[in-house]
């Protein structure tokens, strides 16, 4: 039942104290529970409950008596009370536009949705965004692989964040090695369609400050969550994949656990991501069918146009102090594309059930396996040690002579057991991996149960001493020995001998 029909029906009683409030756009509204009700008014244009609910019917007169500016007849209570409209259930759905509405057969009657709309909500047209909205979108747009009817497949996700009546399953994920580029403005402008004095209905979860959003408070209640700078750090990126795979395909409500009152049930939400890491992407496989990320770029603004962004007066997050007109046409044209795309079965297939795999997405996976896998890969294929610290330096770090440590015998040392070699990674070199791979100075102990907790770290016999330490594997390993070779001049050339083919290098050829 929607609210004008609730409007005639009430008009139609002809009950004079109740025409009077729907005359000012107010209707009368009223909760049952068992055999007590609770009274409150309803602001028809505004969209929000006046004052709060009454619990007794003394207050609830006095509010009107207020509104109204006269006095109230105690015989005009009970008419006042019985022609309010009957409320079965109020919620506060972001999901749900409607105000008055019939959810389904199981809630009969008319149930009430309670959010605060803004006048950014209010003002919503459908309109397509105009030259400021194409110069934000430039750079999603020239960098997404994905275009359907005019829309980049990032933009269309955003939209559908932001208006569809459920979520969607697809996560976009906005990748830029340069800051100050507008990562977060398009996922967290549907946060400007509700009231300032609600609750956050999008909420920016900022994961490179480390807060790690330990607890599920920023789920209740929510339409939208932005994990926002994304580091690279595994500490933060792998719990993070684990929890955004499982939310993105929940549907309906959930359980969320928040602090000091334990699990809370609550409608599921959407989820978008910012990063600065190509490692903080949380995508491990080609497979995955729910991020889809781009990479966005400073470089594809000219000088004058990042200069007329500036000038746009694009607010920080969450600034509500006044009307930002930019803000308007931002949703205006999320609208538009919601409305252009809602009933496309491609954008249906792609938002709900699976993402399509792009260059970037493949090359995202391919060198996304995680910093401490990829670690473990290279000591298994590497042929000799100088090769290894060679491998490893390419792959994390600018400064060649980092990984030097590995030649130390007290930090690590390769050993053969049973015809298999293994790379034994000790207490300092431990130590040493844990600052390659995080900000934080861990132990030895942390670095073993953050990145290589599926093997033992324990006391071990490599090369006849017993030491603690963490053994990897090495299926490619030559077997190799210093060897000085003296020269006809006196001087000693240090060479290499491979003892499986015999054949002796030069060491500056490492």
């Known amino acids: 039942m929607k609210i004008d029909k609730i409007i005639k029906s009430l008009k139609d009683s002809k009950v004079e104290i109740i025409i009077d409030l729907l005359k000012l756009d107010l209707l009368p509204i009223r909760i049952i529970a068992d055999t007590s009700s609770t ?50 259930r109020v919620t506060k759905n972001p999901f749900m536009y409607d105000n008055f509405y019939s959810e389904s057969d199981y809630y009969e009657g008319v149930s009430l949705n309670d959010i605060k709309y803004s006048k950014y ?68 402008a549907g946060g ?37 700078d994304v580091p690279n750090d595994s500490k933060v990126v792998e719990p993070l994949t684990a929890r955004i795979k499982s939310s993105a395909t929940s549907a309906g409500d959930i359980t969320a656990n928040k602090k000091g009152s334990g699990m809370v049930r609550t409608n599921s ?23 889809h990320p781009i990479n966005i770029h400073a470089e594809d603004f000219t000088d004058e146009e990042a200069k007329r962004i500036e000038l746009m007066n694009i607010p920080m997050s969450g600034a509500r102090d006044r009307h930002y007109p930019i803000i308007q046409k931002i949703l205006n044209h999320l609208s538009y594309v919601y409305m252009k795309t809602i009933n496309n079965g491609t954008v249906n297939k792609y938002l709900n059930k699976e993402l399509p795999n792009t260059k970037f997405k493949i090359e995202v996976a391919k060198k996304k396996a995680s910093m401490h896998r990829r670690f473990e890969v290279i000591i298994l294929n590497t042929v000799s040690i100088n090769s290894l610290i060679s491998e490893l ?61 599926s093997k033992d770290f324990k006391q071990t016999k490599v090369n006849g001493k017993s030491v603690r330490c963490v053994r990897f594997e090495m299926r490619r390993y030559e077997d190799e020995i210093p060897l000085e070779i003296e020269n006809t001049d006196g001087t000693v050339k240090n060479m290499m001998l491979n003892k499986g083919n015999g054949h002796i290098d030069d060491m500056n050829n490492y």
Request: glycine content about 6%; proline content about 2%; hydrophobic content about 35%.
């Open 39 to 88: 009274f409150g008014i309803w602001d028809i244009k505004k969209k929000y409950l006046v004052n709060g609910w009454h619990s007794n019917k003394d207050s609830f007169k006095s509010q009107v008596a207020t509104i109204l500016n006269r006095s109230i007849d105690s015989k005009e209570v009970p008419s006042l009370c019985d022609f309010s409209q009957q409320i079965k």
């Open 269 to 291: 939400y959407n989820q978008a991501l910012t990063t600065n890491s190509i490692y903080g992407i949380p995508l491990d496989d080609i497979r995955d069918r729910r991020i």
């Open 393 to 453: 330096s390419d792959e994390y770090v600018e400064d060649k002579s980092y990984f030097d440590f590995l030649n130390n015998p007290d930090c690590a040392e390769i050993s053969k057991v049973k015809n298999k070699y293994y790379f034994n990674l000790k207490t300092p070199g431990l130590v040493a991996i844990g600052m390659l791979f995080s900000d934080d100075n861990l132990s030895a102990q942390k670095v073993h149960f953050d990145y290589f907790k």
């Open 192 to 228: 400007y369609l509700y009231d300032k004095s609600e609750d956050s209905y999008f909420k920016d979860i900022n994961m490179g400050d480390g807060q790690k959003a330990q607890w599920g408070d920023y789920e209740i209640g929510t339409r939208t969550v932005v994990f926002d």
């Open 121 to 188: 909500k209010r003002d919503v047209k459908s309109i397509k965004g105009d030259s400021d909205i194409d110069l934000i979108l430039k750079s999603i747009r020239l960098n997404d692989e994905i275009v359907i009817d005019t829309f980049s497949l990032t933009e269309i996700i955003i939209a559908h964040q932001t208006f569809h009546t459920s979520k969607v399953m697809a996560i976009p994920c906005l990748y830029s090695q340069d800051r100050g580029v507008g990562k977060t403005t398009l996922s967290l």
